[in-house]
């Protein structure tokens, strides 16, 4: 009997987060194992969601390790990514996303001028509100720490803690009941960054 989107009923899932966008989107997560092969899960999830009602074509791709099956369903669309985890087991990502329901993120916190960003995930879980923003900087590290600081102290937030290498920034500190931390990593031309916000209000 098929679950959740088409899903084997013999797979071990776990909802990763509630209310999750990413840059935006809404998206339904779930998180699996099995002791299946790779093969009989993909087809397994082809012929649920190709027999369906109006269904869309099933399209299979390879992202690195991952085996990847995409399907438009109306206004959303889902895919489903296994690899093998380990001697006889899989796992894998089941994803519905609603194009249709795209918002811009807002931030929250503020960034300095000169980062870039690359992705914004916002979830919801059990009530707490949580982002995590991934973003670039061609500035040096201690640039990047000193742009930080000066960012949250105007904002409210507590002196950050911090530890500091010759290729790594962490960064953390407070306001409220909201937490922040940050891990910035040396990368060719400059660094790359993710910071993480939990509870407290959003601008």
Known sequence: MAGWQGAPESLRMQSVGDDIRVNGTPMSVRRFEAD?????VLGYFAHEWSTEPSAQ????SQLGTWTVLNQ???DRHRSVQVR???PGTIEGLLAVTS???HREPVLA???????SIVSVVDSNDQGRAAQQIMAKS????????????AQLRSSGWSSPQRRKTATAL??????GDAQFDAVFNVKAGGAIGVFNVVGGARP
């Open 36 to 40: 299946q092969p790779i093969e009989a």
């Open 99 to 101: 194009p249709a329901m």
């Open 57 to 60: 074509p099933v399209k299979r």
């Open 109 to 115: 916190i503020r960034l300095p001028a000169d980062f």
């Open 84 to 86: 093998e985890q380990g």
């Open 170 to 175: 962490m960064l953390s500190a407070n306001r």
């Open 138 to 149: 061609r500035q040096s590290l201690t640039n990047i720490e000193n742009a930080i600081e």
């Open 72 to 74: 438009n369903i109306g």
